[in-house]
Structure formats: structure tokens, C-alpha cells
């Protein structure tokens, strides 16, 4: 699948901006007839993350998905007018799923998103073969993780970030104690049962330039359902 994933700001107070944007998020995402599967999540702790939600909207094809738009379902229609779109950044790419023990139910489950920038330096094939051969076994070890996808960008020159990492938990406590609390840049450096994927985050990502965002994620609309 391909989809497509915006990091939510809210124009004003974010918790009434959540339930704006999450009740119009729904209705409009039932009009929009390319779109095979949505989800939104939720922050756990909203002091924590710079951001007020996240967008994911899941297509059959990447032409479905480049031809979507920046920000499909949010602009123009009432879910984008509390949502600052000029401050909300986005990336369209393919799933890659390297682990799976959800069947790909994930309503309800947490998320630990990283929204990832390679080593200065670094060229792009020399990122994605460390991510997928060097990094993926030691996340797939994390204790706790039921799911791990990857998000490869369709078009690098269109976004700002050069992937997206997708760490699925059943709960929070698995999560924290998978990765240690959702308030830390990234995983725990402390923290042992992390210390092997997050010693070798050095190794391939700029830590500093990127965003990370932990929350609940919700299915908004599926495939099975319309």
C-alpha cells in the first residue's frame, strides 16, 4: 500500500482543535473515493510533541497517492480550517512492513512514529540499505513491538524528510517499556531494551532535525468497511 501521513498543527487551543479536526476528518474522508483506508493518532501526552495529531490516508498506487495533493482531505474542505497547514509538513511514500503481528488491525494500538532525516553526508541508497538491512533486525527486537513498517517516500525533492518509522505497540505500558517514556527525543539511551536500535539510530540519522510523534492510533475508515 502507499500512503500518505501529515503531522497535524493546530491553528489555536489543541484540544478543541483535536475534536474538530477528528469529527470533519471523518466525514470527509467518507467522500474521498481514492482513499482505501484512513487512521488518525492521537497524542498521548500533548505537552510532549510539538504536533497535535497525525493524518494517514492509505491509497492502492502511488499515482493515487502523488495525485492527492499536499495535504488530500485537508484542503479545501472544512477539516483544514483548524488546522495550520502552512506549519503541519507531510510525506507521501510506500508501506514497507517488516513486521506484523496485528493482521493489520491496528485500531487502538500505539505508535511511536520517526519521521527520519539521514546522516549529513550520507547518500539516499546508503540510508535505505543500512534502515532495512542493518537497523530493521535490531527494531524488529524490541520487546513489545507487534508491528514495524517503513514509509519510503515516493518523491524525495517533494518532502522533507527521508522516511518514516512505524513502531506498533498493544499498549502504553508496552510501548514505555519498550522504548521508555514518550516524552524523550527517542528511545531511551538508558534504557537496555533499546540500547541496540538506538546506538545504531548514530550510525544513519541526523537525531536533532526530526520529528518523532507517539500516540493512539484510530481507523477511521477501511477497505473491509465501505
Aim: glycine share 8%.
Amino acid at each position: 500500500m502507499y500512503k500518505h501521513v501529515s503531522l497535524l498543527v493546530g491553528k489555536q487551543d489543541a484540544g478543541s482543535n483535536t475534536d474538530q479536526w477528528t469529527e470533519r476528518f471523518v466525514s470527509a474522508v467518507d467522500d474521498f473515493d481514492s482513499v482505501q483506508r484512513s487512521h488518525h493518532v492521537l497524542p498521548i501526552d500533548r505537552e510532549a510533541t510539538e504536533y497535535d495529531g497525525l493524518a494517514e490516508l492509505y491509497f492502492d498506487s502511488s499515482d493515487a497517492v502523488a495525485g492527492a495533493g499536499d495535504h488530500p482531505v485537508l484542503e479545501d474542505t472544512p477539516v483544514g480550517d483548524s488546522i495550520a497547514l502552512d506549519r503541519s509538513p507531510w510525506m507521501a511514500g510506500e508501506e514497507v512492513v517488516e513486521l506484523d503481528h496485528t493482521d493489520g488491525d491496528t485500531d487502538g494500538c500505539y505508535k511511536h512514529s520517526a519521521f527520519l532525516i539521514r546522516k549529513e553526508g550520507m547518500s539516499y541508497d546508503a540510508f535505505l540499505d543500512h534502515w532495512s538491512t542493518e537497523h530493521v533486525p535490531l527494531a524488529r527486537k524490541i520487546p513489545g513491538v507487534v508491528r514495524y513498517s517503513r514509509v519510503v517516500p515516493i518523491d524525495r525533492s517533494a518532502v522533507e524528510f527521508d522516511g518514516i518509522a512505524e513502531l506498533y505497540f498493544d499498549d502504553l505500558s508496552a510501548l514505555r517499556a519498550g522504548l521508555g517514556h514518550e516524552s524523550s527525543r527517542d528511545y531511551d539511551p538508558d534504557h537496555p531494551r533499546a540500547k541496540a536500535p538506538r546506538d545504531d539510530v548514530d550510525n544513519f540519522l541526523e537525531i536533532g532535525d526530526r520529528p518523532r510523534f507517539v500516540g493512539e492510533e484510530r481507523v477511521i475508515l477501511s477497505s473491509t468497511t465501505q
